[in-house]
C-alpha cells in the first residue's frame, strides 16, 4: 500500500493493494488504523469539508424539566432584588452630599458595575427558562461574552481597590484625604473600566478566532470561555495559557491584594482600646471578607483550571453564586448594612414626601 497525500484528497490507494487484501473488511479496518496514526490540524482540510457552528445552544437547566418555572420564579426575584438594592444604593450616594467620600464613590460605581453585569446575564437566562428555543447567534455570543467578561473584570479589580481604599483610611487616617483624593479615586475606577474591557477583548478574540465546527451545545446558560473552548476545533493550548494568564491577574492578584489590605487593617483595629468598636469593626470585616472570598473563589474554581474538564452540573451551580448570589449580596453587605446609608435613605425617602407635600 502507498499511503500519500495530494492537494484534492486526503489519500490515495495503490490498486495493488486491494486485490492483494481479499478481504474488504480487513482493508477498510487497516485504511482507518493507519489514518488514526496521523493527527491532522484543521487548518490542513479543505473549508468545504467542514461544517462551521453558525449559532448556539445553550443548554443550562434543561435537564429540570420539570422545574423550569420555579427557577424562573426564583431567578426573577432574584433579579428584582439586585436591581432595587443597586438602583437605591446609586440614587442614594448620588442624592445625599454626606456620602460624597471616596468609600460610597466605589460602592457606587460597583452598583453600576453590578447592575450592568447582572443585566447582561440574567434576562436572557430567564427568556430561556421559559422558551424551548434555547438558541443564540454567534455574534451575540460573543457580544455576550465580551461585556460578561468586562463587568466581571472591573467588579475584581473594584474589590481589590476597595480593600486598598479601607486600608488608608483605618491605617492611615491622616494622610487618607491626600492618598484617596478626588483625581486617585476617578483614576483607579477608568483603571479598572478600561482594564476590564482590554482583558475582556483579549479573552474573547482568544476564544471566536477558533474555529467552531463540532457540536454546537454549550452545556451552561451563558456564553463562558470555558464550555466555548471546549467546543472548538484544532489546538487550544496557547489559547488556553493566555487566558489562564490573564485569569491569574484578574482573580489570584486582587485577592491577594485585598488579603494583604485587611491582615493590616485587622492588625489597626486590634489596636483599638474600646471592645465594642472591635466587634463593630470585625463584624464588618468579616462580612466583607466572606463576600470578596466567596466571589473569587468560585470564579477561580471555574477560570483556572483546564479547559479539559467538561463543564458539569456543578459547574452551573457555581457560576450561579457569583453571577447571581454575589451580586444580590453585596449591596446588601457593603452598603444596606451601614448606618450611614440606612440614615441617608430614610432621609432620602422624607426629603421626597416632604417635596412632594409642599409641591
Partial sequence: ?????????????????????????????????????EILSWKQFHPENLTMVTEFLLLGFSNLQELQFVLFAIFFCLYIIILCGNITVVTVIFLEHKLHTPMYFFLGVLSVSETCYTFVILPKMLLNLLSMLRT????????????????????????????????????????????????VCKLLAATCGVSGCLISMVGTTLVFILPFCNSNKINQYFCDISPLIHLACGDTHVNEMIIFVCGVLVLVVPLIFVCISYSFIVRTILRIPSTEGKQKAFSTCASHLIVVIVHYGCASFVYLRPSSKVTSDKDQLVTVIYTVITPLLNPMVYSLRNRDVQIAIREVIIGGRLSHKIL
Fill in 1 to 37: 500500500m502507498a499511503l500519500k497525500r495530494t492537494p484534492k484528497t486526503l489519500f490515495s490507494l495503490d490498486p495493488t493493494f486491494l486485490c492483494h487484501s481479499g478481504d474488504i473488511s480487513a482493508t477498510v479496518s487497516r485504511m482507518k488504523s493507519l489514518i488514526s496514526n
Fill in 136 to 183: 443564540i447567534s454567534l455574534t451575540s455570543c460573543a457580544v455576550q461574552m465580551f461585556f460578561f467578561l468586562s463587568f466581571a473584570i472591573n467588579n475584581c479589580l473594584l474589590l481589590g481597590v476597595m480593600g486598598y481604599d479601607r486600608f488608608a483610611a483605618i491605617c492611615h487616617p491622616l494622610r487618607y484625604p491626600v492618598l484617596m483624593n478626588w483625581m
